[in-house]
């Protein structure tokens, strides 16, 4: 059994920035990719950043420039540093986690309960 515990969303206001962290715990043996989704009212849930296990990065372009993703291995945790941010970036922020809990298994996606972002003056 594999959890993920979002912290770090709050109330912001336009222009701030706020750190968003995702711990794993549980039967874990290897990591895969990481990311980090959001899903406002009315929306479907969308990508917002992936790191894969070599540290490659990919971002949608709304947030090009302004976020930042990264991960520690050793700690089991991705990160998402969020700057400049934007009323349009208000949202619920969820993180996943591709693991395995051993070598001879398939990678599984795991999903946290997510983090409410409001940007707002």
């Known amino acids: 059994q594999v959890q993920l515990v979002e912290s770090g969303g709050g109330l912001v206001q336009p222009g701030g920035s706020l750190r968003l962290s995702c711990a794993a715990s549980?039967?874990?043996?290897?990591?895969?990719?990481m990311g980090w989704y959001r899903q406002s009212p009315g929306k479907q849930r969308s990508v917002v950043a992936s790191i894969t296990s070599s540290g490659r990065t990919n971002y949608a372009d709304s947030v090009k420039g302004r976020f930042t993703i990264s991960r520690d291995n050793a700690k089991k945790m991705v990160y998402l540093q969020m700057n400049s941010l934007k009323p349009e970036d208000t949202a619920v922020y969820s993180c996943?986690?591709?693991?395995?809990?051993?070598?001879?298994?398939?990678?599984?996606?795991?999903w946290g309960q997510g983090t409410q972002v409001t940007v707002s003056s």
């Open positions: 549980g039967s874990i043996f290897d990591i895969g990719a």
């Open positions: 996943n986690m591709a693991a395995r809990p051993d070598a001879r298994s398939a990678f599984y996606m795991h």
